[in-house]
């Protein structure tokens, strides 16, 4: 691997890994307070983008980029007030299954409203070049952009968190909901705009993403997975967790595709060049595999290793 | 600790009518009746199970109540716990329910209402127990038991209640730090706000209280001064001696 090709793959693995914590801490404050994985939190990804696309073509990216977010973050908070908080009442599964549920009428929608091919959501013009060169490749600006928006929203978040009366009340909520509530909190308006504002980063990660990755009605199905994997590995509830996981399989996967290295590889310093005949057909298969091609299920194999020997997760406190 | 006599002709501020509450499906509070006047320390006394605890939750809204609650003029039932926080009554559970990761101060801050402090500022508090100050940035779950109890007390006090309910306080807690908390209830009553506590300790409640009441199996079998109590030997072996 090459300087140039290393350079780029850990800003890749930065950018990918931001983006990935974008969605990441919205749905890890969304298990802290209720308990439940959000299953349907691609889907308002899916919708950011979609929305960013349509809203694009009428009022330009850049407003799109503020209004998008904002109408995900509504439609989040209805999800809360009139879905999530009736079925509570029947305990932690109905509230999956209804997560579930409507993760899959919001791929039916996408797919009704926009159909089943991927949308042309380019990069916006103003954003449409090259920001710098390294090693005489460039750089796009869109992804420095991508990167400058991830951080701006993680820090105004962290301050909200940790600054303002505001984050107090969360954070206590997150523990003790009904302490905080007889202190005058309204408890369950709380959780609605944590909700909302979950979906909403969820929204700027799908708008911004959009252009990049391909705005098609299977990208929620195709990242959802891979949260959970995030959100598990960091530590169910952890923040810190979250983003140090998120960064973790950002660089799985941005190096895992540049690794072109297979067990023939390995083999083949050792002096040894072809497969043993006597371990059969499926083991030659596998003598040429490359870590390109295990790349997707590197997460997946990291997860079970974490759920056998550290269920915890890495900052996790339950067990 | 002296025991001021009651001011019978101070305004009902808390008036519980026929009150009855539900766990789930069990049936926990039969008809309660039960007053609480302006600047008055009554005391709750009862075995576990009597249905004390139960009577303050129902009164904040936690469960599901039938009955009246009228407090200033207004029902209470049906309302939300945090709407009847804001009508001025304030609740320091059993539990202690500190938050455990926020630091003394933070604790402090969330009792706050939106209009700012009221009859006690943050460094009044502060002057009560100078041990707060001193570890306003601790982690509040660092703090000693009598600590955290004072925490909790001091954090529902910062949002002006009219009045305050407090349950079992004294639980678990050193001589010191119960006779500690005594004068700190009986200072709070001196500024006007009612105090309705839950005790087992029947020394202090039987001290500071203007007036008690006995629960027995969710109903109250007994209303009357600390001296009559002390008078009734037949209330205290069947409701309150184990």
Known sequence: MGLDVLSFSILNSVLYGMLLFLLASGLTLIFSMMGVLNFAHASFFMVGAYLGYELSKDIGFF????????????????????????????????????????AFVIEEAVQMIWGRSSQNFGVPAALDFTAFELF??????????????AVAVF?????????????LIVKASLTHPEMVSMLGHNVPMVFMAVFGVGSALAGIAGVIAGPVLVTQPSMAASL???????????????????????????????????????????????????????????????????????????????????????????????? | MSRPETDIRAETLLGIRDLEAWY????????VTLDV??????????????????????VMGAIRTTGR????????????????????IGYVPESRDVFPELTVRENLILGLKPGGEGRWSLEEIYDLFPVLRTRADTRAGA?????????????????????????????????KMVAAIGTLLERIAARGVSILLVEQKLVIALDISHRVYVMGHGEIVFEGTPAALMQSAEVRAEWLEV
């Open chain 1, 63 to 102: 407003p799109a980029l503020v209004l998008a977010p904002l109408i995900v973050g509504v439609l989040g908070a209805l999800v809360e007030r009139y879905g999530l908080r009736r079925v509570h009442r029947f305990g932690h599964l109905g509230e999956l299954l209804f997560t579930f549920g409507l």
């Open chain 2, 24 to 31: 789930g499906k069990s049936h926990i509070l039969h008809g």
């Open chain 2, 37 to 58: 006047r302006r600047g008055e320390i009554v005391s709750l006394l009862g075995r576990n199970g009597a249905g004390r605890s139960t009577l303050l939750k129902a």
């Open chain 2, 69 to 88: 609650v009228d407090f200033a003029g207004t029902d209470l039932v049906g309302r939300k716990p945090h709407q009847i926080a804001h009508a001025g």
């Open chain 1, 155 to 167: 820090a105004g978040l962290w301050l909200l968190l940790t600054k303002t009366r505001v984050g």
């Open chain 1, 224 to 319: 959802g997975p891979i949260l959970f994997v995030i959100v598990v590995v960091g530590g169910l509830g952890s923040l810190s967790g979250a983003f140090i996981a998120s960064l973790i399989i950002g660089f799985i996967q941005t190096f895992a595709v540049a690794i072109d290295l297979s067990v023939r590889d390995v083999f083949g310093w050792l002096g040894v060049s072809e497969a043993p005949t006597f371990l059969g057909p499926v083991f030659t298969d596998a003598w040429g595999v490359s870590v390109a091609q295990l790349g997707p299920v590197i997460p997946y194999l990291l997860l079970v290793v974490m759920l056998i020997f550290r269920p915890a997760g890495l900052v996790g406190k339950r067990g």
């Open chain 2, 143 to 175: 703090l000693s038991g009598g600590e955290q109890q004072m925490l909790t007390i001091c954090r529902t006090l910062i949002g002006d209640p009219e009045l305050i309910m407090v349950d079992e306080p004294t639980e678990g807690l050193a001589p």
């Open chain 1, 136 to 149: 005489g490749t460039g750089y796009p600006a869109f992804r420095v952009f991508m990167l400058v928006v």
